[in-house]
Structure formats: C-alpha cells, structure tokens
C-alpha cells in the first residue's frame, strides 16, 4: 500500500502513517433490544441512518430507562465514533460507514451497526472520506461473507488497513471535500426547487377542466383559451426511405413522456420490412404500441435524419400550434389516460393506439403569442433543471477523482 497520494496540497511532503483500523479504532455491536430500554422517545441510529448518507445528531431523553448506565454507555455514540453497517443483501452496501460529529448530542446504535469508537487521534470528517475510498472499501467487501446477506464483523474490520497523515493535512483535505459536498447539495437543492416550481405551473398555466382560464397568466393576455380537436391542429407527417442493409441510427420513445433516445442498428440486423421512415425535427412523435404507457415525444434537431418503423408515427403542429407550448400539454395526466383508453388490447403489454380516436383529444390553446410565452417560459425552467443536475452530477465525478487521488 502507498503512503503517499497523488495529489497533495503545497507543503505537505511527509509520508503517510499506516494503521490497521482496529488500532485506531475498538468495536462494538449495536444494541438488539427494543429502544425503550433506553426511555421514551429514545432513537436509534439504524442502517438507514447510514445508508443515507447523514450525519446523524438526536436529543436522547432517558425518560423511565430501564438499562443501566453502564449499559447505557455502552451503547451511546458520541463525537467521532464510525458506524458500520453489519449486513446487507447488497455486497456494495455491506461495511458502509457514516461518522457521527455532532459534539452536543448523543444517540444509541441498533444490532445491524457497529460502532468504532476512537482510540486513536483523527479528525471525524477526515475519517468519513478516508472510509468512503475505493481502496478501504474494497477491502471490506473482499471480506464480507454470506449468500443471501452479506455479513460484516467486528473480525473483518480490524485488520483493514487505512493510511493517515497529519492533523493539518486532514483539515485541508476534509475542508476540499466538505466544501464539494456542500456545492454538491446547493446545486441539487436548487434542482429539486425548480423541477417543484414547473411541477407548480403545469398545474396554473394551464386551465383546469371545463374552464377557460389558467390561474396564472403573464401580463397583457386575458383572452379565453379556445377548445380545439388534436386532429384539427395536426398533420399526419410521412417521409418514407428504402430500409437500408448497411446499418443506420433509430429512435426509441421513453415512456412516461421522458424523451427519445438513439440506437444503432448493425447490418443485417435491420427490421424485415421494405421501408422505414426518416424522423423530422419539430415533430410530435409516438409509439403506438407504448402510447397507453405515454411514449411521446417532440424531435428535436439532433433526431432529425434518423430512422423508425411505421409503429412511430409523426405529425406536423399547424401555425396556431406552437410544438414548444404542446410539448408541455402533451405532459398532462388527462392525456396520458386518454392515450390508454384509445389502446385496446388484450393482457400484458399487447396494446395498440387507435391514432384516429387519440386525433378527437380536445386540448385548449391561447393565442400563438401566448403559446410562446408559456412555452418560453417552461423551457427555461427545463434549462435550469438540466444545468444544476449537470453541475451537481460534474462534481460528483470531480470529488470521485479526487478521493481517488488525495488518498493513498
């Protein structure tokens, strides 16, 4: 094993000290009683509690104990102490850690934990990335056993090997990773607010059922929305081509409206059919066979030449239909339902869209200028949802390479 990582920060140059976990720290299992023991509204810290990622922190209130204080004791987990989950029908979950910091508060651990309690000098959030490395990881899975469920021991701790520098070289090293976690969960935070506030305006920029009017309305429209037929505001769109025999890219439509996605086809595994037809931009697109499911989709530019069967019909928005502003109607509830009732079929997954039913929908629409707005508007959201889970999906990617690199 190494003793010294591959990135460090300026001025630190001295090498690692290497350490078999159980000298650093003493085990012990969790508590199997019932939590009264331990008085009422006494909670424990379970597997959960360490699958989710939490520094954990309660108010223990002894209440009417029936334990004594040296049982008591013996099970509280107080500043610093590491937490092991004991068993797991996942191996990737058997041995996962979390590190206990609160310094006011302490709690009482169940029989699936382990607790390691300090004996030797760490700072905790330091040992929480330290635990969390491929490398220490590793070493706790490779030594888990069971089929079923997968067991850690207090025995399979001892002899893990981990390496610690410094005190001052773990300050700056948790201080890095403490302040990824926290852009981490900013950018996500900022994610989950903004997919609840489209989630909010689907529901008031678009009128309820049987009414004219939305909730919410930008400034200057005050015009009813008028109540048209699907059929009357799109074209059946057709562009078919010789199915080719040395291979090509198609579409795929998710259900639950969640886009299309692209695949190759090799040669000689093309579909045994004469023709396919090639996919458009702009273009409201669905699955006939997956419609009652909500596979539909609008194209976009980058799916524009690639090719489907005839069960991926297209159609053409007429001029007082902006694709934009359908491409959110086209997420209600009411419509999907619709989509299923126009799907006869038998058992299973066996159904079929009636496309002449689904065109007799009847869907209400603002003026164009309105339409653009409210479409304008969603897609901003749709924008800031995609930019905050891409931020926070890089620098989970950035804090994987650097616990890869900042450890031995």
């Known amino acids: 094993m190494a003793n010294t990582p591959n990135i460090r920060f300026k001025g630190f140059t001295d090498a690692w000290e290497q350490r078999k976990l159980g000298e ?3 085990f012990q299992n969790g508590f199997n009683g019932g939590r009264k023991a331990f008085g009422e509204g006494v909670p424990l810290i379970s597997v959960m509690d360490i699958l989710n990622n939490q520094f954990i922190s309660y108010d223990v209130i002894r209440g009417k104990a029936t334990v004594t204080d040296d049982e008591y004791e013996r099970y509280a987990v107080r500043y610093g102490d590491v937490l092991f989950q004991r068993s797991s029908e996942n ?5 996962s850690t979390n590190v206990y910091i609160d310094t006011d508060k302490i709690a009482i651990f169940g029989g699936f934990v382990i607790r390691g309690k300090q004996i030797y000098p760490y700072r905790p959030k330091f040992m929480k990335y330290l635990l969390d490395t491929k490398n220490v990881r590793n070493q706790i899975t490779k030594k888990a056993q069971g089929a ?3 067991n850690v021991s207090q025995e399979t701790l001892q002899d893990v090997m981990i390496t610690l520098p410094s005190e001052s070289e773990q300050l ?3 201080t890095c990773l403490y302040n990824l976690d926290n852009l981490i969960s900013l950018h996500q935070r900022k994610c989950d607010e903004t997919k609840e506030l489209k989630k909010f305006m689907l529901q008031k920029v678009f009128p309820k059922n049987g009414e004219q009017f939305p909730e919410i309305r930008f400034a200057g429209f005050t015009d009813a929305w008028e109540q048209r037929k699907l059929g009357d505001m799109l074209d059946r769109y057709e562009d078919p081509v010789e199915t080719p025999h040395d291979g090509y890219e198609r579409i795929g439509i998710r259900s639950h409206a969640k886009g299309v996605f ?3 086809v090799e040669p000689g595994k093309e579909l045994d059919t004469a023709k396919m037809h090639r996919v458009a931009a702009d273009k409201f697109i669905l699955n006939i066979t997956f419609a009652w499911e909500h596979a539909v989709a609008i194209t976009e530019e980058e799916d524009a030449g690639t090719l489907v069967s005839h069960r991926f019909p297209q159609f053409s928005f007429h001029k ?4 934009h502003f ?10 999907r339902e619709y989509l299923e009732l126009c799907s006869p079929g038998g058992a299973g997954r066996n159904r079929v869209l009636n496309i002449n039913d689904m065109l007799k929908y009847k869907i209400n629409v603002p003026s164009v200028e309105e339409q653009t707005k409210i479409g304008e508007y969603l897609d901003t959201l749709d924008n800031l949802i995609t930019l905050h889970q891409r931020k926070c999906d890089e620098l989970k990617e950035f804090k994987k390479f650097m616990l890869q690199n900042m450890f031995p």
């Open 91 to 95: 191996v990737e979950d058997a041995g």
């Open 24 to 26: 650093v720290l003493s």
């Open 326 to 335: 359908f491409k959110f109607l086209m997420l209600d509830r009411k419509f």
């Open 262 to 264: 692209h695949s190759y």
């Open 148 to 150: 079923q469920h997968v």
């Open 320 to 323: 007082d239909l902006k694709s």
């Open 172 to 174: 700056r090293i948790e």
